[in-house]
């Protein structure tokens, strides 16, 4: 079920029916398609409407292919890393700045990919250690446990997963793997709950969560490809357009506020009474901090308990720059 669906067309109609009500004439990059769920709204919703739909795991556009099929007229979809989408748009004939409408993010892994068991993402069931979002890359989450020494396992726990025992777990896993090689979640997860102190245990959800989250985004590259991302959806904007981020967990949700912290602040230097020329906000702000599912969609969706949503449109043209003296 996707997760803020309401939301998500509420804030980016605006930017999507400037030259129609239809959406005629505009378009949409949905960087993270998935089963193609929030696509599919915004095909139906807006019936001028062209997509262009990134994914990096080739399962999900299969899925998204056989789910959006009768839109297949307006949809383009690419296999590709969120961090592509200029290379998207240039694949689809599009120039990689001012050229698009709207972006729509929705981070982290899937309801789909955390249901195929056999994809090693979630520690409610026994499966390969894998977490590879695109299953045709190299690195998995095996490779990780297996081979890294104690002190980079240390710090992927600490980084990735704000994880408090990442030095006692690292220390486990590197005793326990010169017994046995872990190739299962289930391996890793019983390890865990030796490594992590009763206490622990018994507050701050399951003690599996933080460990699977720093080595899904070390698997991945999830930060360093939103860190580049971002930047590239919001050059890609015209004047008038919009981008929505849905992130799901501290660190993801900080990149976010960052970058478009400093995208919408001015650049004419503290003190001055008036903004300088060329210096105002190239962005503003569409969301006052970051906006939470209400409780009836939790309840529904359980998976919108830990959402946070910031949007921002763009109102000048220009590049983006840091600002100064701020």
Known sequence: MPVLLERSVQLLAPALTRQSADGDGATLVDATLGAG????RFLTEFPGLHVIGLDRDTTALSIAGARLARF???LTMVHTRYDGIAAALAESGLAPTGSVDAVLFDLGVSSMQLDRAERGFSYAQDAPLDMRMDPDSDLTAADIVNTYDAAALTDILRRYGEERFAARIA???VR???QTPFTSTGQLTELLYEAIPAPA???GGHPAKRTFQALRIAVNGELDSLRAA???ALDALAVGGRVAVMAYQSLEDRIVKQLFAAATASRTPVGLPVELPGDEPKFISLTRGAERAEAD???RNPRAGSVRLRAVERVQSG????SRGK
């Open 171 to 173: 220390s486990l896993i």
């Open 201 to 203: 245990r018994r507050t």
């Open 319 to 322: 590049p983006i720059v840091a």
């Open 176 to 178: 326990r793997r010169a």
């Open 297 to 299: 969609e939790v309840e």
């Open 72 to 74: 297949s007229d307006r």
């Open 37 to 40: 769920g929030h696509t599919e």
């Open 230 to 232: 971002l930047p590239a």
